[in-house]
């Protein structure tokens, strides 16, 4: 690592601890780090409803934003290797979220696009 990697580093560092919105970096990490665990452990249970709802707006609003209004993928899953989302848990998070919203699998396929840069 040169020195001016270590300054935008430090830089970056000092920027993130005066962004009032910095904490959610922090925050995300051992949030996926606690629903790891917990459902791990079979106690998903210990985290209310509309917690998870909270979290899921939360988390669709931003990747929207950066997606969307930036123009430009953005990766919506971890990649854990085998240790990844399985694709029933993917399936039954987007209906769940696209009933919410009144909304069926029609609207999702007439929706679906490329991402940006992509031929």
Do not use: C
């Not at 993928?73 to 971890?78: D, E, R, S, Y």
């Not at 854990?80 to 399985?86: D, F, H, Q, R, W």
Request: hydrophobic share 35%; glycine share 6%; charged share 30%.
């Amino acid at each position: 690592m040169s020195s001016s990697d270590v300054t935008n580093t430090a830089e970056a560092d000092e920027k993130r601890r005066n962004d009032p919105y910095g904490w959610i970096d922090g925050y995300a990490g051992n949030l996926h780090k606690a629903a790891k665990e917990l459902v791990e452990k079979g106690e998903a249970s210990r985290v209310s409803d509309e917690a998870i709802a909270q979290i899921i707006t939360a988390a669709v609003r931003l990747y929207y934003a950066k997606s969307e209004l930036e123009d430009r993928p953005v990766p919506a899953i971890v990649q854990e290797g085998e240790e990844t989302i399985t694709p029933t848990e993917m399936l039954v998070a987007v209906s769940e979220m696209l009933r919410d919203v009144k909304l069926g699998p029609m609207e999702l396929g007439l929706w679906f696009r490329r991402r940006p840069g992509e031929n």
